[in-house]
């Protein structure tokens, strides 16, 4: 079993920055892509971001492409979501997975985190 916890969540004014964190459990946490998702109250959870497991190969959802960035440290087994440029509707409670194999940018995903609150104001 994976346990994954997200950190770096907060409150944020619109056009600010916040970088999340997301620490596996799994030593062999190399063999996993990982993604970002998020859910606004009322909404479906929705794709933000995904890292294979190498960090050579990255996806990002159309409305955060040019101002969010995924990267990952295999070393301290942490997938890390740089948000840049933070706009009112980026507000959600953003939550990290792995899966075992290729990376996708469905729910598929085998393991999630518990999520943390980003709210930016306007």
């Known amino acids: 079993q994976v346990q994954l916890v997200e950190s770096g969540g907060g409150l944020v004014q619109a056009g600010g920055s916040l970088r999340l964190s997301c620490t596996a459990s799994?030593?062999?946490?190399?063999?996993?892509?990982m993604g970002w998702f998020r859910q606004a109250p009322g909404k479906e959870r929705e794709f933000v971001a995904a890292?294979?497991?190498?960090?050579?190969?990255?996806y990002y959802a159309d409305s955060v492409k040019g101002r969010f960035t995924i990267s990952r440290d295999n070393a301290k087994n942490t997938v890390y979501l740089q948000m840049n440029s933070l706009k009112p509707e980026d507000t959600a409670v953003y939550y990290c997975?792995?899966?075992?194999?290729?990376?996708?940018?469905?729910?598929?995903?085998?393991?999630w985190g518990q999520g943390t609150q980003v709210t930016v104001s306007s």
């Open positions: 799994e030593r062999t946490f190399s063999s996993y892509a």
């Open positions: 890292i294979n497991q190498n960090g050579a190969n990255t």
């Open positions: 997975a792995a899966r075992l194999g290729l990376l996708t940018i469905t729910a598929a995903y085998d393991y």
